[in-house]
């Protein structure tokens, strides 16, 4: 382990002795993580929820994920640990959520000259830090190779600082734009069979692997190959989606994902390993979609997840109904690992017995609800947070103080509001967000002295934000 990361233990950090299920290098499991950019919980052509017709596009073709659902199990319930990009990423490798992180916004950030009635907190520091102990510190340490393609888009010196001994360099979205080859969309096929020749090397040095692959599409549509956007344009449109570029870059980054499936059954390593697709946040959500609002927003559209998993002991075309976060893999993947001890401060819990019990069972966190915490101006209703317990999701808009409670068991498209025949039930809701934000010293927006209601607001966004001015769905 490098020095930077054993000074961030503190004495804390106890890599345990790997359980006596995973003694050899090679009967622990290869973990592949596959991450799509901007893609909505319904932008596949994978039904997402059992009972919900509508929880896939309309328009999509992804055919290799509909076959990995088909060897797998979806989980319905599986959330974006942010509603924009960065936040979600540094979240992935911490194992913390963006309020603790205190990295919750991708885009630049308003100030008091912006005019708003809400000053956003900055971000402390847009680079992931260099004492942080990150997942693929933590594999590293544990044997396993790593190794992380793709986008990147936390700083801090690029993967190489933080853990994985191969890696593209510190990427951001600019650096699909020059993959417009039509045999290499957004390096869709390069990063794959990066990915796999990896792989490859570390099962002849006789370690396991952990590799990352951060996918670009759904950015840079303008790359898709051309037969694709040929052939979507002889398509009828769908109702929801309609894009033929977007279409035919899902489509491109579909071909990436059975890259890597076809690479493992060719290397024979698909039976002893588990292959991850998630996306990292929502999508900007087009009227009739099938839960509320986008990218920018703590409602359902703008963090619910698409997330497909098969391997070891996982049932195929499977689902899950139990509600997880992005940051619940960390200690997944440590546990798989064989790592006994985790960093401090992690905020995620296993999820590795779900899905060893066909979809169904608990994830032990530490707190027993989820926080989703989004201080800052981009889409509807301005600085924004959600809690999420049971079936109860209550979201407080702080420019207001209005705060609007949901069951999702019966209403996920959040269209009624009960917190006024709810009020008790809301208010100890808001309560327990405030405790659970003071508890990971987030950090909150405070009023601008200087707004003036009679002079336009710029929220760098292109609209309005107010939640009588929200851009809605």
């Not at 040929?230 to 449109?237: E, G, K, R, S």
């Not at 809690?387 to 498209?413: A, F, M, P, V, W």
């Not at 927006?445 to 929200?470: E, L, R, V």
Request: hydrophobic content about 35%; overall charge negative; some cysteine.
């Amino acid at each position: 382990m490098t020095s930077h990361v054993a000074q961030g233990l503190v004495g804390t950090l106890i890599l345990g002795a790997l359980s006596s299920q995973f003694a050899g290098a090679q009967e622990r499991p290869n973990i592949v993580f596959m991450l799509s950019d901007d893609q909505a919980w319904y932008g596949l052509s994978v039904q997402m929820h059992p009972d919900m017709p509508n929880s896939k596009s309309d328009f999509h073709q992804t055919p290799r994920l509909e076959e990995l659902a088909s060897q797998g199990m979806r989980l319905s319930a599986a959330y974006s640990p942010s509603t924009v990009c960065a936040p979600t990423r540094a979240s992935l490798q911490t194992g913390k959520s963006p309020a603790q992180n205190q990295w919750t916004k991708a885009a630049p950030i308003l100030t008091a000259a912006d005019n708003a009635r809400l000053i956003p907190p900055p971000d402390v520091d847009r680079n992931l830090p260099e004492e942080e102990i990150t997942i693929g510190e933590l594999l590293q340490d544990a044997g396993y190779a790593t190794a992380h393609y793709g986008k990147w888009h936390i700083a801090g010196g690029g993967p190489g600082n933080h853990g994985y001994d191969e890696h593209d360099g510190a990427t951001s979205n600019g650096d699909a734009a020059p993959f417009n080859e039509p045999d290499n969309p957004d390096d869709v096929v390069g990063m794959s069979n990066r990915a796999l020749d990896f792989m490859e090397e570390a099962r002849e040095a006789g370690k396991p692997s952990f590799v990352q692959i951060s996918y670009y599409p759904l950015h840079y549509p303008e790359n898709a190959s051309p037969d694709r956007v040929a052939a979507y344009q002889n398509l009828p449109p769908g109702e929801i989606h309609n894009n033929v570029q977007r279409a035919a870059i899902t489509e491109d980054l579909d071909m990436g994902v059975g890259i890597i499936m076809d690479g493992l059954d060719r290397l024979g390593l698909s039976d002893n390993t588990y292959l991850i697709y998630m996306g990292d946040n929502g999508a900007n959500g087009p009227a009739g979609a099938p839960i509320a609002r986008g990218k920018g927003t703590v409602s359902e559209g703008g963090i619910r997840a698409p997330f497909i998993i098969r391997g070891p002991g996982i049932e195929p075309n499977s689902f899950s109904a139990v509600r997880m976060v992005g940051f619940d893999l960390f200690p997944t993947f440590a546990e798989w690992a064989g790592v006994e001890e985790l960093p401090p401060n992690i905020e995620g819990g296993s999820i590795a017995s779900v899905f060893q019990n066909g979809g169904v069972g608990e994830i032990e966190r530490p707190r027993e609800q989820l926080v989703f915490h989004f201080p800052h101006y981009q889409s509807f209703g301005g600085p924004q947070t959600a809690i999420l317990l049971g079936d109860l999701k209550l979201i407080k808009y702080y420019e207001t103080g209005e705060t609007r409670l949901y069951n999702l068991s019966d209403d996920i498209g959040e269209t009624t509001d009960l917190s006024a025949e709810m009020s008790h039930k809301a208010a100890e809701l808001e309560a327990l967000m405030g405790e659970h934000l003071a508890a990971i010293n987030a950090q909150l927006p405070i009023m601008n002295a200087h707004y003036d209601p009679n002079a336009p607001t710029s929220t760098g966004m292109g609209g309005a934000m107010g939640m009588g001015m929200g851009m809605g769905n």
